[in-house]
């Protein structure tokens, strides 16, 4: 049987995800912006995010995938753990020889790393992901955390984060990746195991009423 994962990333275009019915195992990045009920498991890379759970700022229900930084925020925090070990179903702390540290391999970078390398998966649905086609960084779980997306994180975003889904798409060029936005002009190259799936159609609903600006951001946390 072939295995599909769909991946919900915090962007502006995840609601595509909620286009049609999928199929196949469903894997969030952090906090998404709406109710998945047949979730497998929520990713989570970042200490900020751990510590905004710890703190009870964030409540995310379900199970949990979590890198290598919640894994450490773990060890230092071992009664919380002890609490929430009933949501986590495993760490995974794989850091590809083309990523130079962790700080570097995002939320969306380590859960299609997980859906290829250990879930095997034959295809991967990415949903959210605005950053690879457009210099777009919103994101419900910045909104959410207040984090600042300055210059560093657009520096980030061109030398370290883009290159990092070219090589990925290259070490599984095996498995199918299908990219879900409003058009296809990339800012990367890909390879021939990469397709998009392009929703012209409802460009002008996101800019006329449907894009999640912070406000919006806000009330889903609220």
Not at 117 to 136: C, R, T, V
Not at 161 to 178: A, Y
Request: glycine share 4%.
């Amino acid at each position: 049987m072939r295995r599909v994962v769909h991946i919900i990333g915090n962007g502006n275009s995840s609601w595509l995800y909620n286009e049609k019915e999928r199929k196949g195992l469903k894997l969030g990045c952090n906090q998404i912006g709406f109710d998945v009920p047949d979730k497998f498991a929520s990713c989570i890379v970042d200490y900020k995010f751990m510590q905004a759970m710890t703190a009870g700022q964030i409540i995310l229900p379900g199970r949990w995938i979590l890198g290598f930084r919640p894994k450490h925020w773990m060890e230092m925090n071992p009664k919380w753990y002890m609490k929430v070990a009933h949501q986590v179903k495993e760490f995974y702390t794989e850091l590809p020889k083309y990523v130079a540290n962790y700080t570097d391999f995002n939320c969306g970078h380590m859960a299609a790393h997980y859906s290829a390398n250990k879930i095997k998966a034959d295809e991967i649905h990415l949903y959210g992901f605005d950053s690879i086609f457009d210099f777009n960084l919103t994101s419900l779980s910045d909104v959410s955390l207040n984090s600042d997306r300055g210059n560093s994180n657009n520096l980030r975003l061109s030398d370290n984060w883009r290159p990092i889904w070219q090589n990925m798409f290259r070490e599984f060029s095996n498995t199918k990746f299908v990219l879900h936005y409003f058009h296809d002009k990339l800012k990367i190259n890909i390879e021939n195991n990469v397709d998009v799936v392009v929703y012209k159609s409802k460009l002008n609903e996101l800019s006329n009423k449907e894009k999640l600006t912070n406000a919006d951001f806000q009330s889903l946390t609220e």
